[in-house]
C-alpha cells in the first residue's frame, strides 16, 4: 500500500543557513560508539539544542529492543513520530556498514513523511571501537566515548576514533568520580585524529553543548554549500609500521581487502 | 557487456551478504519461536514452509516474470525456448501514463492482478508490510544492477506511482531480466526462505552452526517435486494459495512486540 504523506507544514528554513536544502534531501548525521557511552542522550541533547532551529527527523538502530527509540519519544524533545525504530537481525555492524538497506529506506520514508527535513539523525546499536557507518548511508559521523571507559581509550584508536568527522568525549561530569583527566585524554584524542574535531562534552555543561551545537550547524551549512565530503573513516585506522626505514604510515585508504596476518 | 550466466545470478540474490536488507529479517521464525514453536520442530517447520508459504512466494514471482516477459499464458513462443525458461522478451518503450506497455497489457495494470493475487493470499498484514519492505530492498539493488532491463523499469515505474511491491513481485522483474528459468526462480525462492530462517535460527538458539545447513537442503529437497507444477504457473490465478494460518497469526503477535531481533 502506498503510504499517504501527511501534509507538510510550511515552516521557514533556519536564515543562518545557506540554501534551502540544495542537495534535495537533509543532511544524514550517524552517531556511533559504544554501548552506553551517551549516543541517545546526546541525539537529545541535538535534537533540544536545535529542535527549534531545524526540521529533525531520528532513526535508531536497537539491538533488542526498541528501548532507544522510546527513550527518544519519552523525552519530548521531538514529536515521537519523527523518531523511528529499524531491526537489525542482531548486527548493528551490518546494518550501518554492509547492508545499510534498512536505514536508508528508514530515512527515505521520514523524509518523505515529514518533509522537508534539515537533518536525519542515525544512532547505531551500540557496538565496538570499529563499528563506523558507510558513507553510502551518511553524510558525516559522531563516534561517542565517554570518560567512565577510561583514559585510555582515545589512544587505543580504531577508525572512529581517527577518522570520524566529530568525536565526542562525553558525561565530562564524571571524570572526577572515575579518576580520568579530560584535558589528557582530548589531547590523545586530537592526536589520534591528526587534529580533526574532538568535543568533551557533558549534557549538563552548556558550554559543552554549545560547541557540539555549532559543529552540527557548521557541518549543516558545508553540506548545503556542496563544500561537504562524505568521510569514510574505513573499517581499520591507519596505524604505524615500524621498520628500519622508520616506519610508514598504513592507511589502507586504497587496499580494502588487505590481508591482516601481521601483529598490531 | 557479457551478461553472467543466470546462475550467476541466482547466487548473487541467494548469497546472505547480498546488501539488500535480508538480514534483519527471519523469514517468520522468530515469531514462531516466541510463539511457542519448539525448536525441535523447525526441521519439520522448514518443510512445511517449503511446500507452502515459498510456493506462493514462488509462483508470484514466477507469473511476475512471465507476465513482463511477454509469455502470457501458457504461450511458449517460437524457437529453441526451453518450458521452464522464462523468455527474455522486450517491453515496447514509454506508451500511456505507465510508461511501459507489456504484452498482457500496461505493465502497472500487470502488475496489479499479480500483487493481488499474492496478497490475497498472504492475509497478514505483518507478513504483506514486511515483504515489501524486503521488495523496496531488492528493487534498490535491482535498479542499481539492470537499470535498463524493461522489466525492472516497469516495477520502478509502478513503485514510483503505486508503492513498494512485494519482493516475489521483484524477483519475478529481475528473473525476467536475467534469464534465470522459472524453475530456478522456484528453488532460489525456496532456498531464500529456508536460509534466511536458517541463519535467524543462530541468532536465536544454541546450536551448532552446521545443523541447519542440513535442515535446508531437506527443506529444498521437499519442495522439488512441487517445482515443475509452480515453475508453469502462467495467470495470477495459476499462483498456488497455500497458506499457514499459525504463521500468520504468529507474524501479527510479534510485529506488536517492542523485543525482537528481526523485523519478521
Ligand atoms: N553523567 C552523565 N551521564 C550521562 C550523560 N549522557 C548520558 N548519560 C547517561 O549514560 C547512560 C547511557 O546513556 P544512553 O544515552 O542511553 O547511551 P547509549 O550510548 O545510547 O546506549 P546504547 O544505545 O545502549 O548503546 C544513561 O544512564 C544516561 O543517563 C552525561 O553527559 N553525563
Ligand atoms: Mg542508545
Not at chain 2, 545470478?9 to 523469514?27: F, T
Not at chain 2, 532460489?188 to 536458517?198: G, I
Request: proline fraction near 8%; charged fraction near 20%; aromatic fraction near 4%.
Amino acid at each position: 500500500m502506498p503510504d499517504t504523506a501527511p501534509e507538510s507544514t510550511p515552516e521557514s528554513t533556519p536564515e543562518s543557513l545557506p540554501g534551502s536544502r540544495p542537495a534535495g534531501r537533509a543532511l544524514r548525521l550517524g552517531v556511533a560508539g559504544p554501548v552506553g557511552v551517551g549516543k541517545s542522550s546526546l541525539i537529545a541533547t541535538i535534537c533540544r539544542a536545535l529542535g527549534e532551529e531545524l526540521r529533525i527527523g531520528v532513526i535508531t538502530n536497537d539491538i533488542y529492543t526498541d528501548e532507544d527509540a522510546r527513550f527518544l519519544r519519552s523525552a519530548g524533545v521531538l514529536d515521537p513520530e519523527r523518531i523511528r525504530a529499524v531491526e537489525t537481525g542482531a548486527c548493528p555492524h551490518t546494518a550501518i556498514r554492509d547492508d545499510v538497506t534498512a536505514n536508508l529506506l528508514a530515512a527515505e520514508d521520514l523524509e518523505r513523511d515529514f518533509d522537508p527535513l534539515d537533518l536525519v539523525v542515525i544512532e547505531s546499536g551500540g557496538d565496538n571501537l570499529t563499528a563506523t557507518f558507510s558513507p553510502a548511508l551518511v553524510d558525516a559521523q559522531i563516534f561517542v566515548l565517554d570518560v567512565a571507559g577510561g583514559g585510555d581509550v582515545a589512544r587505543k584508536g580504531g577508525p572512529g576514533i581517527g577518522r570520524a568527522d566529530l568525536l565526542v568525549v562525553n558525561k565530562t561530569d564524571l571524570a572526577p568520580h572515575v579518576g580520568v583527566d579530560v584535558g589528557r585524554m582530548v589531547a590523545d584524542a586530537a592526536a589520534a585524529r591528526e587534529n580533526r574535531a574532538v568535543v568533551a562534552l557533558s549534557r549538563r555543561d552548556e558550554e559543552s553543548v554549545a560547541e557540539l551545537r555549532s559543529w552540527v550547524l557548521g557541518v549543516l551549512g558545508r553540506f548545503r554549500a556542496g563544500a561537504h565530503v562524505a568521510q569514510d573513516p574505513g573499517p581499520m585506522a591507519p596505524h604505524f609500521h615500524a621498520d628500519e626505514d622508520g616506519g610508514y604510515v598504513h592507511s589502507h585508504d586504497d587496499a580494502p581487502a588487505h590481508d591482516h596476518a601481521h601483529a598490531h | 557487456m557479457t551478461s553472467p550466466h543466470a546462475l550467476s545470478v541466482a547466487m548473487l540474490l541467494a548469497d546472505a551478504r547480498l546488501p539488500s536488507g535480508g538480514h534483519a529479517h527471519s523469514a517468520s521464525l522468530e515469531p514462531a519461536l516466541l510463539g511457542g514453536l519448539p525448536v525441535a520442530a523447525v526441521p519439520a517447520w522448514l518443510i512445511g514452509r517449503a511446500t507452502t508459504v515459498s510456493l506462493v512466494e514462488a509462483g508470484t514471482a514466477v507469473v511476475t516474470a512471465r507476465l513482463l516477459g511477454g509469455a502470457a499464458g501458457t504461450t511458449t513462443p517460437a524457437g529453441a525456448v526451453p518450458a521452464d525458461t522464462i523468455p527474455h522478451a522486450t517491453i515496447p518503450h514509454a506508451t500511456g501514463p505507465d510508461g511501459v506497455r507489456g504484452p498482457a497489457g500496461p505493465a502497472s495494470a500487470v502488475l496489479d492482478r499479480v500483487v493481488d493475487a499474492w496478497a490475497a493470499r498472504t492475509p497478514a498484514p505483518a507478513l504483506r508490510d514486511a515483504a515489501r519492505l524486503l521488495g523496496r530492498g531488492y528493487l534498490r539493488l535491482a535498479r542499481t544492477l539492470w537499470p535498463d532491463a524493461p522489466e525492472v523499469r516497469a516495477i520502478t515505474a509502478y513503485d514510483a506511482v503505486r508503492g513498494p511491491l512485494p519482493r516475489a513481485v521483484v524477483l519475478g522483474a529481475v528473473a525476467g531480466a536475467t534469464g534465470l528459468s522459472a524453475a530456478d526462480a522456484v528453488r532460489l525462492t525456496v532456498y531464500d526462505d529456508a536460509q534466511t530462517a536458517a541463519a535467524a535460527l543462530l541468532k536465536l538458539e544454541p546450536l551448532d552452526p552446521l545443523t541447519p545447513a542440513r535442515w535446508v537442503l531437506e527443506a529444498c529437497a521437499a519442495a522439488e517435486p512441487q517445482v515443475p507444477r509452480v515453475a508453469l504457473c502462467a495467470t495470477p490465478e495459476d499462483i498456488p494459495a497455500s497458506g499457514s494460518p499459525q504463521t500468520e497469526g504468529w507474524a501479527e503477535a510479534h510485529a506488536l512486540l517492542s523485543q525482537r531481533l528481526f523485523r519478521a
